[in-house]
């Protein structure tokens, strides 16, 4: 059995130190300053295949920051046994975690589960950026669960629980023939989206809301690929809002944003 992958950023003087233990993935420091990295995560092995589990583990000490990368998408392939997909993270007073994922495929003919663990304390940030799309190409996807369980020092920030198997998106008022769902979740402030909608109001498929306490989400769904010109602005934006305060941060927001205007004016 393989284990988790751990990950771990401790801000110093000179340098960070940044720890890891490989598991399915390994991470390779892409960026580094005394506060904090830019880490990318690669499959060791074919992922994810019918049976495995997943775990990644995060530590993001107080002060420092940590951006996570997800070198590709992954394919949840078919197969007898469920499947699974699970971060823990741990992130301290004055610490942001950014995590940029890419698209998570569930094949037909699997059951896979997402799961989603957030520790904050004190006045720590996390955004996070989650791409579902159902089935490959010509498919419909099998079934998926997916989980989000946010904690701070008081108490639950965000809980959720997405039943999104066959038999549940196929009733009245839920995805019906709708395969991709983009969601950026930011914890321990309430960013507005680039434009400013008003809430639920950003257009077919799309919407926002503020969560009771410190924190925001904004979700895209749709058919086939993710089109949607609302997820990736705002998380290159609100990526520049976490990491305000941190030199190296700061420099990488401003790289996000400029690598979405140019996506963006590509495709216009």
Known sequence: MTGPTRL???RTGSRSRVHRT???LTARTMDQDAYGARVGLLATQALLLSGDDVRIEVDVAPGAWLDVVETTGTVAYEGDAPSSWAI????????????AGKPFVVSDGIATHRDTRIRLHGTGRVLMQEKIVL???GQTGGDLTTSLNAMDDTGPVQVEHLDLTRQARSMPGVLGSLR?????????????PPGKPEAGTTGPGETYFRLDRAG??????????FRDRLCDPAFAAWCEEAMRGHRCQDQ???????????????TG
Do not use: F, N, Y
């Open 8 to 10: 771990s950023v401790i």
């Open 252 to 266: 990488l927001a401003t790289q996000r944003l400029s690598h979405v205007h140019k996506t963006q004016a590509a």
């Open 135 to 137: 089935g490959r190409a």
């Open 216 to 225: 925001a989400v904004l979700r895209w769904i749709g058919i086939g690929r």
């Open 180 to 192: 991709s769902m983009d969601t950026v979740t930011a914890l321990g402030w309430s960013p507005e």
């Open 22 to 24: 490989t598991g399915h």
């Open 88 to 99: 823990d993270a741990t992130v301290g007073d004055e610490a942001v975690l950014t995590w």
